[in-house]
């Protein structure tokens, strides 16, 4: 890479470094989403979801606030999550930065450059030096002198090197200096070197198995983060879903709260107007009374109740919380309840070979075999071939810069050896080892057992739900006819206040079981199919409704 670059030179090449990671990958693992990216918008496009006209009178003072809201369907919602949730953001980039691991592990496993200079000036004193001649000889001699000059230079060295750990070979080094000094008053001393060296242990990490473990570890993680992932986008689906119903359920029961009082009032106007004629005890009249009062607050309550979970719900999605949205009523009026036709058994043969964490945890089990083959072979004696081969250049050339000469070079060849007579280090790494094979194992067991206790909960919840729901229909319609029957009898003056106030209760409350066990199940059934591993999800967080399934 060239020196120099900007700063978004370099952040545009981490990307495509771990996008293209990622998209190596991404065949590995089903489901996984094809297009994944990290880039993310805060404008939300409210253009493209209709606008609320309708002012629901049970909502009273608050229905209001809902005119000119954009309608927001269950489709909506998800898309909204997975482009501005902040909890699937920062999964994302959690996703990111394990690939962003990888290429640098990857990297390192390249061959590598490197390359330094360095240039001082420098100076010191030193006594002057005059030549005589020599009587004797008649030669010129140098003479040293009681005065001091002073001596300049200029030194300068390079280097590049190159590194490259080569998988089951062995480690290349080489490396190219070159070095001079030049005093300014006259006189250099050039010079230049080639070395490249390559080693390879032979027994005690043949191959560089240990440092190639890193780079092993390194490609399996980024599978099992990417398995995390693609679970995570499921179970992600599955809390919106929920979290949506849930609000579109206690919408339901602000409307069920908000008939309930306008019957109690109807009621009490009734009884008071009977009473006036004498035909009702006064008892009766406070009894219906106080259920208007009780009515009224529980309707209070449910708004409240709502208007909070709806404030939640737009937390969960990311959006402001003053955004103005309505969820769609007709999603809670389309709800059908769709039981799967499967067994438990069939449930959990297709949940031990569908699911995602379960495949995760075998292949640790396979890591913690390898580790152990690792830790065992560090027990060896260390032998490695190491080989040297260095080009000088001439010593006496001393113009310009020489390079390195083929004819002026030495080598070298041998074995280092450790016998080991010091292993304490590695025994303990060895049992070690061995202990988390152990508990690898158990881990894969520990999550058998779970994926199984999971699915069967799931498959009693999902049939609990139904048996309810079958329930709570038939609760309404005895509701609606001990509420009809004791209306005529008001009417006649001669209902009792207990049995009619127990009647308007138990039809409010049969409704909202009605509407709780509906939800109920279809959030259940979404858990089931994601407990057997086989919720597929598509690019805009919805999820495709599972039909049909096969146990293997």
Not at 155 to 166: E, F, P
Not at 244 to 262: E, I, S
Not at 467 to 484: D, F, H, K, W
Not at 499 to 513: F, G, I, M
């Amino acid at each position: 890479m060239e020196t120099g670059c900007t700063t978004a030179h370099y952040r545009d090449a981490a990307d495509r470094a771990a996008y293209d990671v990622i998209r190596e990958k991404s065949p590995l693992v089903p489901n996984m989403d094809p297009n994944f990216t990290l880039e993310r918008t805060n404008l939300i496009r409210w253009d493209s979801l209709p606008v609320n006209e309708k002012v629901e009178e049970f909502l009273g003072p608050d229905g209001e606030s809902e005119r000119g809201a954009r309608i927001v369907r269950l489709e909506d919602a998800l898309a909204l999550a997975v482009t501005h949730s902040r909890a699937y953001q920062a999964r994302k980039e959690q996703l990111y930065l394990s690939a962003l691991a990888l290429t640098l592990t990857r990297h390192n496993f390249r061959p590598l450059f490197a390359a330094r200079g360095q240039g001082t000036f420098g100076g010191q004193t030193e006594r002057a030096v005059r030549y005589e001649l020599d009587q004797t000889t008649g030669e010129l001699r140098p003479v040293l002198s009681d005065a001091l000059v002073e001596q300049r230079s200029v030194s300068g060295s390079g280097a590049v090197q190159a590194s490259w750990l080569i998988q089951d070979v062995g480690r290349l080094s080489a490396s190219l200096t070159t070095s001079f000094l030049r005093f300014l008053t006259g006189g250099q001393r050039p010079s230049s070197q080639l070395t490249a060296t390559f080693v390879r242990p032979l027994v005690r990490d043949a191959g560089y198995q240990q440092q190639m473990e890193a780079l092993t570890q390194a490609e399996r993680q980024m599978l099992y983060d990417l398995r995390d992932f693609v679970q995570y986008r499921r179970d992600f689906s599955v809390q919106v879903a929920s979290a949506y119903y849930n609000v579109l359920g206690d919408r339901d029961r602000v409307r069920n709260a908000y008939l309930n009082l306008q019957s109690s009032r109807r009621n009490a106007e009734r009884t008071r107007a009977l009473a006036e004629e004498g035909r009702v005890t006064q008892s009766d009249l406070g009894r219906l009374a106080q259920q208007e009062l009780s009515a009224e607050s529980a309707w209070i309550n449910a708004v409240r109740n709502y208007k909070q979970s709806l404030d939640n719900f737009k937390l969960l999605l990311g959006l402001p919380l003053d955004a103005n949205i309505v969820l769609d009523d007709r999603e809670l009026e389309t709800l059908q309840i769709k039981h799967p036709d499967i067994s438990v058994e069939d449930s959990i043969r297709i949940a031990l070979a569908a699911r995602l964490d379960y495949l995760n945890v075998q292949d640790q089990f396979a890591d913690a075999e390898r580790r152990v083959r690792l830790a065992a072979n560090m027990l060896k004696p260390r032998v490695d071939l190491t080989t040297s081969v260095t080009l000088r250049s001439d010593p006496d050339d001393t113009t310009g810069l020489p390079l390195p000469e083929t004819g002026r070079y030495s080598y070298n060849a041998g074995l280092e050896i450790d016998p080991g007579l010091d292993r304490t280090s590695e025994r303990n790494a060895y049992r070690t080892a061995l202990i988390s094979l152990d508990q690898a194992a158990r881990r894969v067991e520990q999550r058998q057992d779970e994926i199984k206790l999971q699915v069967r909960d799931s498959w009693r919840a999902l049939d609990q739900a139904k048996r309810n729901y079958e329930i709570s229909e038939i609760g309404v319609r005895l509701a609606e006819r001990r509420v009809e029957e004791q209306n005529l009898l008001a009417e006649l003056g001669r209902a009792r206040a207990q049995d009619l106030v127990d009647a308007q209760n138990d039809l409010v409350n049969s409704r909202n079981q009605r509407t709780q066990a509906l939800v109920a199940h279809t959030i259940a059934r979404l858990q089931f199919w994601n407990n057997l591993g086989i919720l597929y999800i598509k690019d805009r967080g919805q999820w495709q409704e599972v039909e049909h399934v096969q146990a293997p």
